[in-house]
């Protein structure tokens, strides 16, 4: 017999996947049971292999046509009511374009127009100010942080904590700190609204432990009495020689990764489609973020949410 007080269950948190590329945050929010409410990418070949993973997860993101859906916005400049156009949500996760921010791209900075792919940020700030969410989550490659003697990065911080009265966190985090074989180094930067009241800080996850790496492959059974002579140039050593101990190749040949191995160095599982050519889904991966790392912080930040307690007594 059912007891008379039957808890209610809790409501689903509410996400937006913003510059979703092919849906690293959807993947990993979706796993700690939030549901996405809105989602938005520019590039028609990633918003196809969006669609083609996410239409049964999140069918309320798409109509027939996917690039006619209101919900799946193919160009966030284009918003011209974020109120109406964007619903209501729990945390905005936005990896926001990191070319204008790489070391090896063309630098820029936050005086130019709005609609420059440096100033996106912009738009996410709009988002921020006009439907005041709990939580963001916001991935950047880790040079922002240094970019333009740091000013580019004060400029966030302040924008964030100042203006969106947001209680920020960031780390540099490696993508193989949570167990993927690549380095990947990346800020995190997570904030909380403080018309909250938490009880404590919150705190990144802690790293995992790999079980395996190459020594364990090796296993120690290699004869030490075999050698190789590393040559090496002016710009590094070169690739193409089996006397390069640092670039032996099976049968002479350089042997690129396929998609396969693309997704399980990502994070993604093997079931994750690409409706789309070869090269095109080593792109898209490429740009695509950690998920098992992101999935790390997502998990830590629905527990810290539900410790939030409102309305906050503001002094």
């Known amino acids: 017999m059912p007891s008379a007080k039957t808890s209610k269950p809790k409501p689903k948190l509410r996400f937006i996947d913003l510059f979703a590329g092919i849906g690293g945050f959807h993947l990993a929010f979706h796993r700690q049971g939030a549901e996405c ?52 949500h729990d945390i905005l996760c936005a990896g926001f374009p990191c070319q204008p921010f790489s070391q090896a791209g063309h630098k820029k900075g936050f005086n130019e127009e709005r609609e420059d792919r440096g100033n996106m940020f912009f738009w996410i700030r709009d988002i921020l100010e006009e439907k005041k969410p709990k939580a963001f989550f916001l991935e950047n490659v880790r040079h922002l942080e240094n970019h333009d003697d740091g000013r580019t990065f004060d400029t966030i911080k302040q924008i964030l904590k100042n203006e969106l009265d947001y209680t920020i966190y960031y780390k540099i985090v490696k993508a193989s700190d949570y167990g993927l074989p690549q380095h990947r180094p990346r800020i995190f930067i997570i904030g909380f609204s403080n018309d909250y009241a938490y009880p404590e800080q919150f705190e990144f996850p802690e790293k995992k432990k790999l079980k395996f790496n190459m020594s ?84 830590q930040m629905v527990a810290y949410l539900a410790t939030g307690k409102k309305p906050r007594i503001k002094k």
Do not use: H
Not at 51 to 62: D, G, M, Q, V
Not at 217 to 245: A, M, P, Q
Not at 280 to 287: E, H, S, V, W
């Open 216 to 299: 364990d492959v090796w296993g120690g059974d290699c004869s030490r009495e075999v050698g190789f002579t590393l040559r090496v140039g002016g710009k590094g050593s070169g690739i193409n020689d089996r006397r390069n101990w640092d670039a032996y190749l099976v049968d002479g040949e350089v042997r690129r990764l396929g998609p396969d191995e693309g997704k399980r160095m990502m994070g993604f599982p093997k079931s994750f489609k690409f409706p789309v050519a070869k090269g095109q889904a080593m792109k898209q991966l490429g740009n695509s973020v950690a998920v098992d790392a992101i999935e790390a912080v997502a998990e």
């Open 37 to 88: 409410v809105f989602a938005s990418e520019k590039d028609p070949f990633a918003r196809q292999t969006y669609y083609e993973n996410f239409r049964k997860i999140s069918p309320n993101l798409f109509e027939k046509d996917l690039l006619e859906s209101p919900l799946f916005n193919n160009d966030i400049t284009n918003l011209t009511n974020i109120q109406k156009q964007i619903k209501d």
